[in-house]
C-alpha cells in the first residue's frame, strides 16, 4: 500500500526547488532557508528515512508543502511544468546507469569541497550547476525557464537555478523510490491533498 505521507513529503521537494527556481527567474532572489534545505538534499545519499533528506524537519519543506498544495488547488501553468518536467527527467536518470554513476561519483565529492566552502558560496553553486548542464540537461528535453531577462542574463543566477533543478531531480527519483507514480496525480490527488495538509498543520 502506498505511504502517501512519504510520497507527499518527496513531492513537495520538487515543488519547492521548482518554485525556488521561479523565484530566482523574476526576483532574482528566492527564500534562503528553502534553498539551503533542497541543496543540502544532493548530500543525503543514505538517507535514514524520507524526512531526513530534507534536515529532519517538516518546516523545511514549508514552502514546498505550500506550493504543492496550491498545485493541487489551483492551475499555474509555469511551476506545473517545471516539477513535471523534473519528475520525468528523474525518470531517465533513473534508466540511464551511466548518468546515475556519475552523478553519484561526482556528489561524492562535494563533502570535501565543503570543506573549503559554504554549500550557497558561488564556487559550490556553479558546481552544482555543473553536474545538472553535464549530466542531467542532456537526458531529455530542456526545462525553458520564464522570467526576466535581466535576471536570467545573469550568470550566478544561472549557476542557482541550475542547481535547483539539480535538487529538484534529487527529490523526484526520492518521490519514486517510496512509490511515487504520474498516476497518482491523475487518481490519488485528494489522498496527496489531505497528506499535504496534514504536514502543513503540523508544521
Not at 167 to 179: E, N, T
Amino acid at each position: 500500500m502506498a505511504n502517501y505521507h512519504d510520497i507527499t513529503l518527496a513531492l513537495a521537494g520538487v515543488c519547492q526547488a521548482a518554485r525556488l527556481v521561479q523565484q530566482f527567474a523574476h526576483d532574482g532572489e528566492a527564500n534562503q532557508a528553502a534553498l539551503q534545505t533542497s541543496l543540502a538534499s544532493l548530500l543525503e545519499m543514505q538517507p535514514e528515512d524520507t524526512l531526513a533528506v530534507f534536515g529532519g524537519s517538516t518546516d523545511n519543506l514549508r514552502l514546498g508543502v505550500e506550493t504543492l498544495l496550491e498545485q493541487l488547488n489551483a492551475n499555474n501553468p509555469e511551476l506545473a511544468r517545471y516539477w513535471l518536467s523534473l519528475v520525468t527527467l528523474a525518470g531517465k536518470l533513473q534508466q540511464n546507469s551511466q548518468a546515475k554513476a556519475e552523478l553519484a561519483r561526482r556528489i561524492q565529492y562535494m563533502p570535501t569541497q565543503l570543506e573549503h566552502y559554504a554549500l550557497l558560496d558561488e564556487e559550490m553553486l556553479e558546481k552544482m550547476a555543473m553536474m545538472y548542464t553535464d549530466i542531467i540537461s542532456p537526458l531529455g528535453k530542456r526545462i525553458q525557464v520564464m522570467g526576466a531577462s535581466e535576471y536570467l542574463q545573469r550568470p550566478a543566477i544561472q549557476n542557482r537555478i541550475r542547481a535547483c533543478l539539480l535538487a529538484g531531480v534529487r527529490s523526484a527519483m526520492l518521490w519514486q523510490q517510496v512509490g511515487g507514480s504520474k498516476w497518482q496525480i491523475l487518481f490519488s490527488r485528494r489522498k496527496i491533498q489531505q497528506a499535504a495538509q496534514q504536514i502543513y498543520n503540523s508544521i
